[in-house]
């Protein structure tokens, strides 16, 4: 039986300015993403929003292969965009967007800017994990690329090894925005975890944490595909300094509590892996699991393996 270590770890408080405390935990020397889902934090409690909400969106709409058959690419693309448009989001994190599919999207979601590159080659090559905002609320103030490895600031080539038990680069994409409804700073980081290697989801967690610590904003909010369940590890790393969106008192989503999807049906129970973090000055008001099948290819199917998942967020002005 594996045992629990006592270790000390780094919290911080990420918002409007940052402090830091150590503090003793208790960590277990081994974990799993493929540990049962367990249930987010408190719930956070309800009350009246003297801001306009923030809504959010993550969702992974699937690469293009011919794998897919009858689910590919050109067949569900005008839904995925359907979709996404339906979902009134002043920001949006996607990921497994190969270039084609970041030009398709472009002309069916007017109103919004994108932030991202290509994670092969830091243009085009590969897929983006992009980050769309809203160009009417938000003025950008710095973005960015940046790789989950330990050379962060350049991907690796295709023969080249990759790191934490990987096979593929991966990225997190991020951008500063100034919101002109409030008046705050808001970092915002989509990010896409490996599918096999749970070292380097935990890796990748901890230079999500990092990064958000070392660039300091008003608000702060992470999501993205993480391929990690709520209880495991790399979830419990970024719960630790920020909390899950899906406290929030209006919960809705697939009783089996998935956020995936087989094409016909809804994919294995309690596989949430689709996620959304925010700083403890944004308040939850509302978290949606969105269950929601469109027309194509003759059937009533979904238009990716992945559902989207949907936060609003109280965000208070600043008075000046």
């Given at each position: 039986?594996?045992?629990?270590?006592?270790?000390?770890?780094?919290?911080?408080?990420?918002?409007?300015?940052?402090?830091?405390?150590?503090?003793?935990?208790a960590?277990?020397?081994?974990?799993?993403?493929?540990?049962?889902?367990?249930?987010?934090?408190?719930?956070?409690?309800?009350?009246?929003?003297?801001?306009?909400?923030?809504?959010?969106?993550?969702?992974?709409?699937?690469?293009?292969?011919?794998?897919?058959?009858?689910?590919?690419?050109?067949?569900?693309?005008?839904?995925?965009?359907?979709?996404?448009?339906?979902?009134?989001?002043?920001?949006?994190?996607?990921?497994?967007?190969?270039?084609?599919?970041?030009?398709?999207?472009?002309?069916?979601?007017?109103?919004?800017?994108?932030e991202?590159?290509?994670?092969?080659?830091?243009?085009?090559?590969?897929?983006?994990?992009?980050?769309?905002?809203s160009?009417?609320?938000?003025?950008?103030?710095?973005?960015?690329?940046?790789?989950?490895?330990?050379?962060?600031?350049?991907?690796?080539?295709?023969?080249?090894?990759?790191?934490?038990?990987?096979?593929?680069?991966?990225?997190?994409t991020?951008?500063?925005?100034?919101?002109?409804?409030?008046?705050?700073r808001?970092?915002?980081?989509?990010?896409?975890?490996?599918?096999?290697?749970?070292?380097?989801?935990?890796?990748?967690?901890?230079?999500?944490?990092?990064?958000?610590?070392?660039?300091?904003?008003?608000?702060?909010?992470?999501?993205?595909?993480?391929?990690a369940?709520?209880?495991?590890?790399?979830?419990?790393?970024?719960?630790r300094?920020?909390?899950?969106?899906?406290?929030?008192?209006?919960?809705?989503?697939?009783?089996?509590?998935?956020?995936?999807?087989?094409?016909?049906?809804?994919?294995?129970?309690?596989?949430?892996?689709?996620?959304?973090?925010?700083?403890?000055?944004?308040?939850p008001?509302?978290?949606?699991?969105?269950?929601?099948?469109?027309?194509?290819?003759?059937?009533?199917?979904?238009?990716?393996?992945?559902?989207?998942?949907?936060?609003?967020?109280?965000?208070?002005?600043?008075?000046r």
């Amino acid at each position: 039986m594996r045992g629990v270590v006592p270790v000390l770890v780094w919290l911080w408080v990420i918002g409007a300015g940052s402090a830091c405390v150590v503090v003793p935990v208790a960590r277990s020397s081994s974990a799993s993403s493929t540990a049962p889902a367990a249930a987010p934090r408190a719930r956070v409690p309800g009350g009246p929003c003297r801001g306009p909400a923030l809504v959010v969106v993550t969702y992974n709409v699937r690469f293009d292969t011919p794998a897919d058959h009858k689910h590919n690419w050109k067949a569900r693309r005008e839904r995925v965009g359907e979709q996404i448009r339906s979902l009134g989001a002043d920001l949006v994190g996607l990921q497994e967007v190969e270039a084609n599919q970041l030009d398709d999207l472009g002309p069916m979601l007017p109103g919004y800017a994108h932030e991202g590159v290509g994670r092969d080659d830091g243009v085009r090559g590969g897929q983006f994990e992009p980050l769309y905002y809203s160009d009417a609320r938000f003025t950008r103030e710095d973005g960015g690329t940046f790789w989950l490895s330990p050379t962060p600031e350049r991907p690796r080539g295709r023969w080249e090894f990759k790191p934490w038990g990987s096979w593929q680069n991966r990225i997190a994409t991020w951008v500063l925005l100034r919101d002109h409804s409030t008046g705050r700073r808001v970092l915002a980081v989509n990010t896409h975890f490996d599918h096999y290697s749970e070292m380097a989801r935990r890796e990748s967690a901890r230079m999500l944490v990092d990064f958000a610590v070392s660039h300091p904003a008003d608000d702060t909010i992470v999501l993205g595909d993480l391929n990690a369940r709520r209880g495991s590890r790399p979830y419990r790393m970024l719960a630790r300094v920020l909390r899950d969106a899906a406290t929030a008192p209006s919960v809705e989503g697939p009783a089996s509590g998935t956020s995936v999807t087989a094409w016909t049906r809804l994919g294995a129970p309690h596989h949430h892996i689709d996620h959304i973090f925010v700083s403890p000055a944004l308040r939850p008001l509302t978290y949606q699991v969105i269950d929601r099948r469109f027309r194509y290819a003759g059937g009533d199917l979904y238009p990716s393996d992945h559902l989207p998942v949907r936060a609003s967020l109280c965000v208070e002005p600043i008075i000046r």
